[in-house]
């Protein structure tokens, strides 16, 4: 796979006059940051500097390796106007470019089990490897040789069952990367957990506002007052370790709140934890768009696919373990749950809308941002770092 990481050199004036002023404002420490410009949220040609910069040279995170158990198992996703799949062949995982080798219609969409990829268009047709092995009526293609083609194949890798993918052949291993991340990720035994559900939705603004979102609980006491406030109030929570690659926020339970306001109903909690274990949640994010939130019955791990500068998807998979997986009525456990996450999202949905309407005014500059809100600053810096 040839590295197209660095194909495009997409700065433009407008796109240079942002990257000055993110590298100029970022300040060295947390107690002075502010917000990046509010450009950065709205600009076309900062949004396509960022998909070559970030999206197509950085490792992102499409999946988890129990989505697909079974030979054949796969599913899809579009991720900077990639399709791709990810396909279990010959007991691997394998990720790959689903765009047909001839007339570009992805081969396969959606989710499911295949013995072979039959493209919708004309039936040329894959093995689960990606080798091109039937091609009705082409026998008068001069010189053409299926035998040589195959669908290209995109790097990836496997940590903690969380499966990466990358555009780059230069970047690093996430392995390497994330090791300083492993006792954590042993702790919630995220290579051995299942996929309870998936949860897809469109988030109409820029993805840098989702990713903020998520990894500060600042808001809770306006956004979520009704909802998360009472049992997580935003006020105690703190910022974790942080590195080149990821940081964390940490979301104490209540003083005095029962550990069933941590806990879901039908779901059996992670062995080994200590109750004050039991008494926190973490938010984790994997730069760029790696999403976690570690709860001690429960994981969600979400990626977020920017399809334009105002528009993402959100896609979301909660694991749980396979002791709960077991039990019997756990597809109602299941739906509860995915039901009771719904009316959350909707508030952080309505703020980041709010907010990007915001963003589009002349008047709006950097804002100042509090200790709550660290991972904000980490983010930018982050961003720094890459442009
Ligand atoms: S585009 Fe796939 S077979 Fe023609
Ligand atoms: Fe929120």
């Known amino acids: 796979m040839p590295d197209?990481?660095?194909?495009?050199?997409?700065?433009?004036?407008?796109?240079?006059?942002?990257?000055?002023?993110?590298?100029?404002?970022?300040?060295?420490?947390?107690?002075?940051?502010s917000t990046l410009p509010a450009e950065a949220?709205?600009?076309?040609?900062?949004?396509?500097?960022?998909?070559?910069?970030v999206f197509?040279?950085?490792w992102l995170f499409v999946g988890h390796v129990s989505q697909i158990p079974q030979e054949g198992d796969y599913f899809t996703l579009n991720i900077v106007k990639e399709p791709l799949v990810v396909i279990r062949h010959q007991q691997q995982v394998r990720v790959m470019s689903s765009v047909c080798l001839h007339r570009w219609?992805?081969?396969?969409?959606?989710?499911?089990?295949?013995?072979?990829?039959?493209?919708?268009?004309?039936?040329?047709?894959?093995?689960?490897?990606?080798?091109?092995?039937?091609?009705?009526?082409?026998?008068?293609?001069?010189?053409?040789?299926?035998h040589s083609c195959s669908l290209p194949q995109i790097r990836s890798e496997i940590v903690h069952g969380m499966i990466f993918i990358t555009f780059s052949d230069s970047v690093e291993s996430?392995?390497?990367?994330?090791?300083?991340?492993?006792?954590?990720?042993?702790?919630?035994?995220?290579?051995?957990?299942?996929?309870?559900?998936?949860?897809d939705y469109d988030c109409p603004f820029n993805w840098k506002m989702a990713v903020e979102t998520f990894m500060e609980c600042y808001h809770h006491s306006a956004v979520h007052r009704t909802t998360l406030e009472d049992s997580f109030p935003g006020r105690l929570s703190y910022i974790?370790?942080?590195?080149?690659?990821?940081?964390?926020?940490?979301q104490p339970l209540r003083k005095n709140g029962a550990i069933s306001e941590v806990l879901t109903p039908g779901l059996i909690p992670l062995s080994g934890f200590s109750e004050q274990d039991m008494r926190q949640i973490d938010l984790m994010l994997i730069y760029p768009t790696c999403l976690i939130g570690l709860n001690p019955d429960r994981l969600s791990i979400s990626t977020l696919l920017p399809e334009d500068r105002h528009t993402t998807r959100w896609h979301r998979l909660v694991l749980v373990s396979?002791?709960?997986?077991?039990?019997?009525?756990?597809?109602?456990?299941?739906?509860?749950?995915?039901?009771?996450?719904?009316?959350?999202?909707?508030?952080?949905?309505?703020?980041?809308?709010?907010?990007?309407?915001?963003?589009?005014?002349?008047?709006?500059?950097?804002?100042?941002?509090?200790?709550?809100?660290?991972?904000?600053?980490?983010?930018?810096?982050?961003?720094?770092?890459?442009?």
């Open 4 to 33: 197209i990481s660095q194909r495009i050199d997409c700065v433009t004036d407008e796109c240079a006059a942002i990257i000055e002023t993110i590298k100029r404002q970022q300040s060295e420490e947390a107690a002075y940051a």
């Open 41 to 53: 949220y709205n600009s076309e040609a900062f949004f396509d500097y960022e998909m070559e910069k």
């Open 56 to 58: 197509r040279a950085d």
């Open 105 to 146: 219609v992805p081969v396969v969409t959606g989710e499911g089990n295949a013995k072979a990829l039959v493209c919708p268009f004309h039936n040329w047709t894959y093995d689960t490897g990606g080798q091109l092995i039937g091609t009705p009526y082409m026998n008068q293609a001069a010189e053409f040789d299926r």
């Open 174 to 199: 996430i392995a390497d990367r994330l090791r300083p991340l492993n006792a954590l990720l042993d702790k919630y035994q995220v290579a051995d957990l299942h996929t309870a559900y998936t949860l």
């Open 240 to 250: 974790g370790e942080d590195g080149p690659g990821w940081t964390l926020c940490h």
């Open 322 to 387: 396979k002791a709960s997986a077991a039990q019997p009525d756990f597809a109602a456990t299941a739906a509860e749950m995915k039901n009771g996450s719904l009316g959350i999202i909707d508030e952080d949905l309505g703020i980041n809308a709010a907010q990007k309407i915001g963003s589009r005014s002349r008047m709006a500059r950097p804002g100042r941002l509090g200790h709550l809100e660290t991972t904000v600053w980490h983010l930018a810096n982050y961003l720094r770092r890459r442009l």
